[in-house]
């Protein structure tokens, strides 16, 4: 008798924190999503409207941490390119537009450019969190950050024809040196608050 109660109490505890577990995976603060989360995994999101979303909110979060570190190992390869572009780019100018540079520039410019939206798209496109809140954290300025050097990464490409279209002149060239230092130090600064603790 006491082994089947001790057996029956254990099975009600585990079903309470089993319940209690399933509640805990529901998004906490949703009011304080990003917008863009919101439009894509939303309760009338795009993805959720064209049926892509996993089928639990346990393979949501399983999906997210998939995306998210990938988005961190691919988002450091991007850095590094970034910054041997940001180098061959002074190569550039320091060597009077030498045309062994500027083949450099533009073959490394497409591949640094493909890694980036890569691991923008893991983040972006990643489900839910667990909790958002409406305290500034270092996640959050991070994502602040991402919007910078997200239109710097678009702006670049359109810069440096318009260096080769305008004949190499000098407003040119500074003006794309000037979105790529934006670029890059946002980039920079973006990743060193990802081991902030807050």
């Not at 850095?79 to 940001?86: E, K």
Request: proline fraction near 3%; include cysteine.
């Amino acid at each position: 008798m006491i082994n089947y109660l001790t057996k029956t109490i254990f099975v009600f505890c585990l079903l309470i924190s089993n319940l209690s577990a399933q509640e805990d995976l529901e998004i906490q603060n949703e009011q304080f999503m990003p917008l863009h989360t919101k439009i894509l995994w939303g309760e009338k999101g795009l993805i959720r409207k064209m049926n892509l979303a996993p089928e639990t909110r346990k393979e949501e979060l399983k999906l997210r941490n998939k995306m998210l570190q990938n988005h961190q190992k691919i988002a450091l390869i991007s850095l590094g390119l970034l910054s041997y572009q940001y180098s061959l780019g002074l190569n550039v100018i320091d060597s009077g537009y030498a045309s062994k540079y500027i083949s450099a520039h533009r073959t490394y410019s497409k591949i640094t450019w493909g890694a980036y939206m890569t691991s923008a798209s893991l983040s972006y496109f990643a489900p839910p969190a667990l909790v958002y809140e409406k305290r500034v954290s270092s996640m959050k300025v991070h994502r602040w950050l991402s919007y910078i050097h997200f239109a710097g990464m678009m702006a670049l490409p359109v810069l440096g024809k318009n260096i080769s279209k305008s004949g190499y002149e000098l407003s040119a060239t500074n003006l794309h040196q000037d979105v790529a230092t934006a670029t890059l130090v946002s980039m920079i600064l973006s990743g060193l608050l990802t081991i902030l603790p807050y």
